[in-house]
């Protein structure tokens, strides 16, 4: 039976919420989101404008200052972040010791981690010089340690950073250049994938979030605890969605393109096979996201001299879930993730960058939660409480007795 004593929290009740589904942790005036609506605004700002008007770095800002910035303040925070882009020497090597076939992932959660070790002098969260140092290293160092993970998969030479370049081109430039050849950038990658990171900077109080601000409320520094958040991303239920969607793409084309044979597979639930990009826990309506990240899934693979199949599934998957009582009834609609992937591949990331590419653009919105919790006086440790469901007392019995 439960231990009464167990449920009684300090206000003589405990609220038994898996998955939070219904329980606030936390106050925030970042990221409003309506669900039933699909409405998407950071500090009020509405996401379709954010992502067709403004760029990653302004949003970033907005987001961990609260406003969006003048001309003098973008370029100043412009120039701040460009100033620490570099990774330490020593850092750049360890990067060596991992296997090849690592998965950037694991590879950017530890390089995050390791910040820690080498910025010993900015890991106080309550001292503000401090805090503004290692937010503007955290967001000028992923794009450096993220390209780095991806040239060890594939045994290539890492590529400095050009500070000439814009956040997002750069970040282009580590991936995909080489050392030797002169790397141009396709504009229209750059903007789209700026434009993705704008989409993903920030989602309240999803998984990774709070899992960084629960590392947070010990009062851990921000580097340990964004990659804590890396690593909670890294789940196919959250940003491994986009990598997971593709690989269920190309299943379906390898077994002959049949979209309403696998729907069925879904709707059968026996295989326990999920339509991945599907569904969202807030949203029980189109994710205002994935309209935005659709259209620029055209704009990017109709640019393409052989346009992917894998785009003209994913709409037929689309067509028929929406259609179908299974997904009407519960209210699942393509999430943000739907047709991230397809865009990621046409750019010509493989696979195991999708997630990578998510936490890039969903750092500011780390750091904002966890600068607003620490500034918050009324910030305790999270302690969830928990519901006993295990054996009763009972006496220890010597192990040849058992
Ligand atoms: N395919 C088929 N059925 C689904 C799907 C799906 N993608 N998602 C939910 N369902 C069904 C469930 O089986 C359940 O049915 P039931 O009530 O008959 O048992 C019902 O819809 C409700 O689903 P829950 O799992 O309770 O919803 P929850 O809010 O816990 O899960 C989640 C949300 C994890 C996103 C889920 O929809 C899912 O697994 N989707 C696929 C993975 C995915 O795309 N994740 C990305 C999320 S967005 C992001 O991280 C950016």
Known sequence: GLEIASLLGRTGKVTLDTGFVNTASCTSAITYIDGEAGILRYRGYPIDQLAERSSFLEVAYLLIYGELPSEAELGD????????TLLREEMRRFFDGFPRDAHPMAVLSSGVSALSTFYQDSLDPFDTAQVEIS????????????AHSYKNSIGHPTLYPDNSLSYVENFLRMTFGLPTTPYEV???????????????????????TSTVRLVGSSQANLFASVSAGVNALFGPLHGGANEAVLTMLGRIQESGGDVSAFVRTVKDRTAGTRLMGFGHRVYRNYDPRATIVKQAAREVIDRMERPDPLLDIALQLEEIALSDEYFVERKLYP???????????????PTR?????????RLPGWIAQWREMMADPATKI???RQVYTGAGARDY???DKR
């Open 135 to 146: 937010t503007v290293r955290l967001l000028a160092k992923l794009p450096t340690i993220a």
């Open 186 to 208: 396709d504009p229209v990658h750059a903007r789209v994938l700026d434009m993705l990171f704008v989409l993903h900077a920030d989602h309240e109080q999803n998984c990774s």
């Open 77 to 84: 925070f412009v120039d701040r972040i460009k100033e620490h």
């Open 382 to 384: 999270g302690r969830p």
């Open 335 to 349: 999430n943000v993730d739907f047709y991230t992937g397809l865009i990621y591949k046409a750019m010509g990331f």
């Open 353 to 361: 960058m999708f997630t990578v590419l998510f936490a890039l653009g």
């Open 397 to 399: 019995r010597a192990i």
